[in-house]
């Protein structure tokens, strides 16, 4: 079983829903990090979490929010999906501790906002 | 702040050819790691190598290889006898020492590499 995982794999929505990517993880990490992929820009920080009472905002936080209900399960949320939220959205885990801040990703979700 | 830069955005060979992949940063840290990972068509990212910044020993994996030069910046990807199963995009990585707070990894924009069978 993936150590990864993310639901839904691809989404299909419209413009003002509201959606909600969920990550989950077997590793035991307390690290979580959710990106976001767009052609031609490589991976961007949106959100981090340290643990579960820590949450930091990354690069591109703006229209997005986080959650980190366990130390195991971090959500995304988007409260009003627009078009150019259209992207291919990772995952990852790292383990505190580490200097080197190895990270491992989850599958990818590919939204798709109408 | 710490950038990489993937100056190929796409390159395109013929099967059995060797093709290198750039990657250049750039870091205020003096202890630092690299990492290159590929997107294969399914999307899924798939690591292939870490490398500190102590280390400056070339490593080869397969037909894998990977030239690191602290002088340049510079830890580059090749990819000798190239196969069709190579196809994907390439990432390189960069994340600075694990001082608190600091613990981030910032990806180039990444190298689309088609080999042509």
């Known amino acids: 079983d993936a150590d990864v995982t993310q639901t839904p794999r691809n989404r299909i929505t419209k413009t003002g829903k509201r959606i909600m990517l969920e990550c989950s993880q077997t590793k035991g990490h307390d690290r979580m990090y959710w990106y976001r992929q767009d052609p031609g820009l490589g991976l961007r920080l949106i959100y981090y979490s340290f643990d579960v009472k820590d949450i930091n905002k990354g690069e591109i936080s703006d229209g997005y929010s986080v959650s980190r209900q366990a130390q195991a399960k971090f959500s995304l949320s988007l409260e009003s999906a627009i078009p150019n939220q259209t992207a291919l959205y990772f995952c990852?885990?790292?383990?505190?501790?580490?200097?080197?801040?190895?990270?491992?990703f989850g599958p990818g979700t590919r939204l798709t906002v109408l | 702040a710490q950038k990489v830069t993937q100056a190929q955005t796409e390159i395109s060979v013929v099967e059995k050819e060797d093709v290198t992949l750039d990657c250049v940063y750039e870091t205020r840290d003096t202890t630092y790691y690299l990492f290159w990972y590929k997107q294969p068509p399914s999307g899924e990212l798939v690591f292939l190598i870490r490398?500190?910044?102590?280390?400056?020993q070339n490593e080869i994996s397969g037909r894998y290889s990977w030239n690191f030069q602290k002088s340049t910046s510079s830890f580059n990807f090749t990819i000798t006898a190239s196969q069709v199963v190579d196809s994907a995009v390439y990432f390189c990585?960069?994340?600075?020492?694990?001082?608190?707070?600091?613990?981030?990894?910032?990806f180039g924009t990444g190298t689309r590499l088609t080999i042509i069978p």
């Open positions: 990585a960069l994340s600075e020492a694990a001082n608190f707070g600091n613990e981030k990894l910032t």
């Open positions: 990852a885990t790292s383990e505190t501790g580490t200097t080197d801040n190895e990270q491992f």
């Open positions: 490398r500190n910044s102590f280390d400056e």
